[in-house]
């Protein structure tokens, strides 16, 4: 099933949306809703075409894209009865073409994921191949332009990211946080803070998990 997609700028409603959700995150979410450039920015979502305003704008709510049969499993119970397992789709793929257009556009960026229900001493992240980041209890994924080529790592990464609906991500630059080291494997909090003042973009979860809403500054808008 191939459902046509296409990007949407969203209103008002939109960015009180992301002030919300900013406001249930960690460290990273915080510094983001200190920004006092907000209101000037603009917000995207990506989404069917020709949906009402009143749907569009209920971002908590899913069942804004199509299930495809195709997917569908089913499992025969202990008593005969059938369940049935519809996954969730998503635009993972979409965010991941918009990452890694930011990626490719220069050296020094970054974009970074908050993991919003790990912690750091959790046994898979030990094993698990994302590139991950700790301060004190918070778990931190990313890419950078060194991934610019990589789509499959940058989709790996906004998957493990989420949790249920939770998505809060940034794409900035790490010559907003000059003594940030991706290899040390932890960052302090002025980091975080320099990272979150310094983002172009800003990434949150929406529609149930079916989507996510990016915000853009307005200066990245008048310089694109």
Request: with cysteine.
């Amino acid at each position: 099933m191939n459902e046509v997609l296409v990007e949407l700028k969203l209103g008002p409603a939109a960015l009180q949306y992301i002030r919300e959700r900013l406001a249930e995150g960690k460290t990273l979410a915080h510094y983001l809703l200190e920004r006092e450039d907000l209101p000037s920015g603009s917000v995207i979502t990506c989404l069917p075409p020709n949906l009402p305003v009143e749907t569009l704008e209920d971002f908590n709510e899913g069942d804004k894209l199509e299930r495809d049969p195709a997917t569908f499993r089913y499992r025969t119970e202990p008593d005969g009865s059938i369940t049935r397992w519809e996954p969730v789709p998503n635009t993972d793929p979409w965010l991941a073409s918009v990452v890694q257009e930011f990626l490719r556009g220069g050296p020094e960026r970054l974009c970074i994921f908050e993991n919003s229900p790990a912690a750091p001493g959790d046994p898979w992240l030990q094993s698990s191949d994302l590139q991950t980041l700790t301060f004190d209890d918070e778990v931190y994924h990313f890419v950078s332009d060194r991934d610019a080529g990589k789509k499959k790592r940058i989709l790996e990464t906004i998957r493990g990211a989420r949790s249920a609906w939770l998505l809060y991500g940034v794409m900035t630059f790490l010559s907003s946080a000059p003594d940030l080291s991706l290899e040390k494997g932890s960052i302090e909090q002025k980091a975080l803070e320099a990272l979150a003042q310094g983002a172009e973009k800003i990434i949150v979860g929406a529609y149930d998990g079916e989507s996510c809403l990016i915000w853009q500054s307005s200066q990245a808008s008048r310089d694109s």
